[in-house]
């Protein structure tokens, strides 16, 4: 699937479509379920906490004081970082699953769903752990660099406060993009090293430093494609939603419909069963990619297709 030796990204890439392309009975059925779940909870969460009110009366003042702002974005969007926050535990999840497919792969070996399910089933609660671990630290590394706006807001000193929280958002999330590529190997490390669950975060650690700035550039172009072919496919139904309810995201009342949520919320799971497991083929051929730059792994990994061979 992948020569082995140092791989470039389009090599990295090229050997997660494949991999997607050549095993998707295995692939599609796990990611569309992982997809559609997070969706459904997406959809609930707008509905419920989605409110375009405030943004809506924004566009009609002329000096909006910066907490006015900072509410109303808030209000509209923050049900929509949920969803996001919720599809980076998929696509985590289903890395760490899928990394199986991906190893057997580089050997060019059939992988079928019960398979799959065999080798990665032992490993399951460490990997939710895992998942767990790191979807939380990131939240809880964000709401501590915003805290002490939040603190001058709940004091009374609204402007200062939205001031610093805005701050406070960018350096926390300068903070967690840091952390994510640093710890982005993780899964992989646990599933095909059988690791335990910090001892995968210091394995991820220890595979990235010295190359953050190449893995962070491989994972941005791989997540720029990623996003733009689930835009395009999602295109059509959120076209469709509009038609047929005549509603949109910036509703007048401030609240989204269920059915334009329900038929945005479908395509967007559709989307994501194609691109969450390219994502996760490329984080794992990643992990490849370093331990063969540090671990000479491509030597190993000839060896053991010359066995397989005799």
């Excluded at 509209?76 to 535990?89: C, E, H, N, Q, V």
């Excluded at 990665?120 to 915003?146: D, E, F, H, K, N």
């Excluded at 009374?156 to 640093?182: K, R």
Aim: with cysteine; aromatic share 8%.
């Amino acid at each position: 699937m992948i020569p082995l030796r140092p791989l470039g990204f389009g090599e990295i890439l090229d050997g997660a479509i494949s991999t997607v392309r050549l095993h998707w009975r295995s692939v599609l059925p796990l990611t569309l379920g992982v997809g559609a779940v997070t969706q459904a909870v997406s959809v609930v969460t707008q509905h419920a906490y989605t409110d375009n009110g405030r943004l809506n009366r924004l566009t009609h003042e002329q000096n909006p004081s910066m907490h006015d702002i900072v509410s109303a974005y808030r209000d509209a969007y923050w049900p929509t970082l949920i969803g996001g926050l919720l599809m980076a535990f998929g696509v985590l999840l289903v890395t760490a699953v899928l990394t199986t497919v991906v190893s057997r792969a580089v050997f060019g070996w059939t992988v079928t769903a019960s398979a799959m399910w065999r080798d990665a089933r032992p490993r399951l609660p460490r990997l939710v752990g895992l998942t767990l671990l790191m979807s939380v630290g990131y939240v809880v590394v964000l709401l501590i660099a915003m805290l002490p706006g939040i603190l001058l807001i709940a004091a009374g000193s609204d402007d200062a406060g939205a001031a610093l929280t805005v701050l406070g958002a960018i350096v926390g999330s300068a903070c967690v993009i840091w952390l994510w590529v640093l710890l982005s190997l993780a899964p992989p490390a646990l599933v095909l090293e059988r690791q335990k669950v910090f001892a995968a975060l210091k394995r991820s650690a220890k595979l990235v430093r010295g190359a953050w700035w190449r893995v962070l550039g491989i994972q941005i172009l791989a997540a720029l494609l990623a996003v733009l072919a689930s835009s395009v496919a999602q295109l059509p139904f959120a076209g469709l939603a509009s038609w047929f309810t005549g509603d949109s995201v910036l509703t007048d009342s401030g609240h989204p419909g269920w059915t334009y949520l329900i038929i945005v919320g479908v395509g967007q799971a559709i989307a994501s069963a194609f691109t969450m497991p390219v994502m996760a083929g490329v984080i794992a051929l990643l992990y490849v990619d370093q331990r063969i730059r540090r671990e000479s792994l491509d030597i190993e990994l000839a060896q053991a297709a010359q066995a397989q061979q005799r």
